[in-house]
């Protein structure tokens, strides 16, 4: 069986749902990290050994074997879905420091 090559690409837009973090009281850097952790970490637990990749980029794209329309592609959108809304992600800035 061939190794599966995950590649999701997403923009800050997206993650913020076009909202601008520091004004909502979050560590935008930070946040970012952490939801490509747990993403990485829902991806890989659903396909164990793939070859994984996860991106800031200006566009919001994610592709399984360099395919957008496959039966894994579409868990992958789940997956993704799934993190989002967790709001786990999120991390508070650090309002003390910045005084």
Same mark, same amino acid.
Not at 47 to 55: E, R, V
């Given at each position: 069986m061939r190794r599966k090559i995950i590649q999701v690409e997403y923009s800050s837009d997206a993650l913020w749902n076009g909202? +601008? @973090?520091?004004?909502? =009281?979050? +560590?935008p850097r930070a946040s970012q990290g952490k939801f490509e952790d747990a993403l990485y970490k829902a #991806?890989?637990?659903e396909? @164990? =050994?793939?070859? #994984?990749? #996860?991106?800031n980029t200006i566009e919001d794209f994610?592709?399984?074997n360099e395919r957008t329309d496959t039966t894994d592609a579409g868990i992958v959108s789940e997956l993704i879905k799934e993190v989002w809304r967790r709001e786990d992600w999120l991390v508070k800035r650090d309002t003390a420091s910045e005084r």
């Open positions: 909202s +601008d @973090p520091l004004m909502l =009281g979050y +560590d #991806i890989s637990d396909f @164990p =050994g793939a070859d #994984i990749t #996860i991106s994610h592709m399984v």
